[in-house]
């Protein structure tokens, strides 16, 4: 019957739409795409690289006075040798940064591999249409059947619309982190005085920040496919369309959840590390 069909093609959708959702959050950067985003911004790193180490010298010498009373305690040993430390450290953080922001995706990661291996089937458990419904609809008319055509119709078209905007936050976390790495060296720079360097703190914060959006996003998809996945108690004593609009209706409410979560997912990894 076409209301089936439809139903199910509504579910066979959402299930698609979690699983390219889980597949697009365990890429990197370098293969999303095939690379070819990744290999423009590392580009665009190397030439802003430039630019960093120009902006290193103008913010250690604002920092050494603001800092210093006078340029005579540079001859202290233990003050030189403690701006000597902050210079090399910037420097090391502008030159190796792009090397130093992938470590941390990978460790994010592997936090990500680990929560979806914990899962079990690749962390997908598919939401099923309940017997009940099928039996119900099969034994409805052509005429009580037209009320449930328009339930499945706007249910299926809700449905499709949350699971692209899902699949929008997703890529909305790649675009901040390409946005990251090509402008990296400019923030990190700010290591290098002591008055600056809140901005290269906030910089990091904010990078782990994304990273971090995966593992709460992954989170949120096994939560809401454990309560999709355990269907709905049906009432089968009302009529055909009430139970498929109680169902279409509770099923569209955990997806919104589910959407409303990875839509807030930098709000909520901000709030974690307090940003």
Same mark, same amino acid.
């Given at each position: 019957?076409?209301?089936?069909?439809?139903?199910?093609?509504?579910?066979?959708?959402?299930?698609?739409?979690?699983?390219?959702?889980?597949?697009?959050?365990?890429?990197?950067?370098?293969?999303?795409?095939?690379?070819?985003?990744?290999?423009?911004?590392?580009?665009?790193?190397?030439?802003?690289?430039?630019? +960093?180490?120009?902006?290193?010298?103008?913010?250690?010498?604002? +920092?050494?006075?603001?800092?210093?009373?006078?340029?005579?305690?540079?001859?202290?040993?233990?003050?030189?040798?403690?701006?000597?430390?902050?210079?090399?450290?910037?420097?090391?953080?502008?030159?190796? +940064?792009?090397?130093?922001?992938?470590?941390?995706?990978? $460790?994010?990661?592997?936090? $990500?591999?680990?929560?979806?291996?914990?899962?079990?089937?690749? +962390?997908?458990?598919?939401?099923?249409?309940?017997?009940?419904?099928?039996?119900?609809?099969?034994?409805?008319?052509?005429?009580?059947?037209?009320?449930?055509?328009?339930?499945?119709?706007?249910?299926?078209?809700?449905?499709?619309?949350?699971?692209?905007?899902?699949?929008?936050?997703?890529?909305?976390?790649?675009?901040?982190?390409?946005?990251?790495?090509?402008?990296?060296?400019?923030?990190?720079?700010?290591?290098?005085?002591?008055?600056?360097?809140?901005?290269?703190?906030?910089?990091?914060?904010?990078?782990?920040?994304?990273?971090?959006?995966?593992?709460?996003?992954?989170?949120?998809? $096994?939560?809401?496919?454990?309560?999709?996945?355990?269907?709905?108690?049906?009432?089968?004593?009302?009529?055909?369309?009430?139970?498929?609009?109680?169902?279409?209706?509770?099923?569209?409410?955990?997806?919104?959840?589910?959407?409303?979560?990875?839509?807030?997912?930098?709000?909520?990894?901000?709030?974690?590390?307090?940003?």
């Amino acid at each position: 019957m076409w209301i089936i069909d439809n139903l199910n093609f509504t579910l066979r959708v959402w299930n698609e739409k979690l699983m390219e959702l889980m597949d697009l959050i365990t890429q990197s950067p370098d293969t999303f795409k095939g690379g070819a985003v990744w290999n423009v911004m590392v580009n665009i790193h190397g030439a802003v690289r430039a630019v +960093g180490l120009a902006l290193l010298v103008l913010f250690f010498v604002i +920092g050494v006075m603001k800092t210093m009373g006078s340029f005579a305690e540079l001859k202290r040993p233990e003050v030189a040798l403690k701006m000597f430390i902050r210079f090399a450290c910037a420097k090391a953080a502008v030159t190796y +940064g792009l090397e130093l922001m992938i470590a941390l995706f990978r $460790i994010v990661q592997g936090l $990500i591999s680990t929560i979806i291996s914990a899962v079990g089937v690749g +962390g997908v458990i598919p939401s099923i249409l309940p017997p009940e419904i099928i039996a119900a609809v099969d034994r409805t008319g052509f005429f009580e059947s037209i009320p449930l055509w328009a339930v499945t119709l706007l249910g299926g078209l809700f449905v499709m619309v949350l699971s692209f905007i899902m699949i929008l936050s997703v890529y909305g976390r790649f675009f901040r982190l390409y946005l990251y790495t090509a402008i990296a060296p400019v923030p990190l720079a700010t290591f290098a005085g002591e008055s600056s360097q809140s901005v290269g703190k906030s910089f990091l914060k904010g990078y782990a920040a994304v990273c971090l959006e995966g593992a709460v996003i992954v989170l949120a998809c $096994i939560i809401a496919m454990v309560f999709t996945s355990s269907p709905p108690v049906v009432n089968t004593d009302v009529a055909a369309v009430t139970m498929v609009w109680s169902y279409v209706g509770e099923l569209i409410f955990n997806m919104l959840i589910l959407v409303g979560t990875v839509k807030m997912a930098d709000r909520v990894v901000k709030e974690m590390l307090g940003i």
